[in-house]
C-alpha cells in the first residue's frame, strides 16, 4: 500500500494504523515521490492519496499514473466535500474517496470494499473470450482492447452471469465507489461503449438491454 500525504502527523497515524491491519505500507509526502515509487516498484495493491499536496493536485497525479497504464486502485483524501470535487476525482481515475475529518475505521472499510472490487477473479467464457483483471483488457482469439477501470469492472459483473439479466443496481455497485452518483444515462453510455469494444473483439457476443430491468450478456 502507498500512502500519499503531506501532513507528516496524518502519514504517521495512517501508516501505522494499516499496518497493525497488517498491511505493508509506504508513505511519502508529495506527488513526485509517489510517481517515482512507481518507476521503481510496481508492486502495490492501492494507493491512499490526499488531494491537496504541496507539489500537485492528487488528482493530476492519479491522471498521471493512469496515462503509464497504471491501474493500481487509487483512494482520494480530500478536505472538498462538494459533488463538482468528488466527480472531478473520479474523472481523474480516482477509485474511491474519504473526506476529512474521518474515523479510521471508516477507512480501512472503505479500503477493503475497494480491494474487493479491485480484485475479481478472471472471467472467461466458450469461444475463448476472457477478461484480464491486471491490465483491465479484454481479450479474444485474435484481438485485444483496453478497458477503462469501470468498464472492466461492469463488464466483470456482467459475464460472471453470463445469459442472466443482471439488475441495473448490482451493475452500478459493481462498477462505481460507494456513494458515487450514477445517473441512468451514465451506465446506459458505459454499456455502448463497452458494446463497441466487444464488437472489436468477438463480434458473435452482445449485451442485450433487458427493458427496465437491467442487461445481459451473451
Request: charged share 25%; aromatic share 6%; glycine share 10%.
Amino acid at each position: 500500500m502507498l500512502i500519499v500525504e503531506d501532513d507528516p502527523a496524518l502519514r504517521g497515524v495512517l501508516a501505522r494504523g494499516l499496518r497493525e491491519q497488517g498491511a505493508v505500507v509506504t508513505a511519502v509526502a508529495d506527488g513526485s515521490s509517489a510517481l517515482s515509487r512507481f518507476a521503481d516498484d510496481s508492486g502495490f495493491d492501492v494507493v491512499v492519496m490526499d488531494v491537496g499536496l504541496p507539489d500537485s493536485d492528487g488528482r493530476d497525479v492519479c491522471q498521471a499514473l493512469r496515462a503509464r497504464g497504471v491501474h493500481v486502485p487509487v483512494l482520494f483524501l480530500t478536505a472538498r466535500g462538494n459533488i463538482t470535487d468528488l466527480v472531478s476525482g473520479f474523472a481523474a481515475g480516482g477509485d474511491e474517496y474519504v473526506a476529512k475529518p474521518f474515523h479510521f475505521a471508516e477507512l480501512v472499510a472503505r479500503l477493503g470494499s475497494l480491494l474487493r472490487r479491485a480484485r475479481p477473479a478472471p472471467v472467461s467464457v466458450s469461444g475463448g473470450l476472457r477478461l484480464d483483471p491486471r491490465g483491465h483488457v479484454l481479450a479474444g482469439a485474435t484481438t485485444n482492447v483496453r478497458l477503462t477501470p469501470t468498464e472492466y469492472r461492469v463488464l466483470a459483473r456482467l459475464m460472471a452471469s453470463p445469459s442472466e439479466v443482471v439488475r441495473r443496481r448490482e451493475l452500478v455497485d459493481a462498477g462505481w465507489p460507494t456513494g458515487a452518483i450514477v445517473y441512468d444515462n451514465t451506465l446506459d453510455q458505459y454499456v455502448a461503449k463497452l458494446r463497441r469494444k466487444l464488437a472489436l473483439v468477438d463480434d458473435s457476443r452482445a449485451i442485450t438491454t433487458v427493458h427496465g430491468v437491467g442487461y445481459q450478456f451473451t
